[in-house]
């Protein structure tokens, strides 16, 4: 008897923390957002994809990087609107250690309704 009960009691709980996480999930939900960047300065040749890379997986959004035979770094941004815009941000003002960025152009900013990409990946 004793073990039916403690049975009863413990299967609702695994669901019913699933769905308040769920529920957490959705409430804190934002509008999604694609972006394209150009990068100007010294962006070339001073691993500025590859810091572009690891910042874009630490901050969560998705999209690609390339370099421009113009030795630009190009690419397009997509995810949640603030973690876009901090990207956005990045892009602006850090970039790689070694790196010099002049100025960063924006275009194309517009709202999505699902991500185009699974991943942030290098392009060549």
Known sequence: ???????????PR???RLLGRGRAA???????????YEVFGRVQGVCFRMYT????????????VKNTSKGTVTGQV???EEKVNSMK?????IGSPSSRIDRTEFS??????KLEYSNFSIRY
């Open 26 to 36: 959705m409430s804190t939900a934002q509008p999604l957002k694609s972006v394209d």
């Open 78 to 80: 997509q995810g949640p």
């Open 53 to 64: 890379e690891g910042e874009a997986k630490k901050v969560g959004v998705v999209g690609w």
């Open 14 to 16: 695994i669901p019913l």
């Open 89 to 93: 941000s990045w892009l602006s003002k």
């Open 1 to 11: 008897m004793f073990l039916v009960r403690v049975a009863a009691l413990a299967a």
């Open 108 to 113: 194309n900013e517009k709202t999505i309704t």
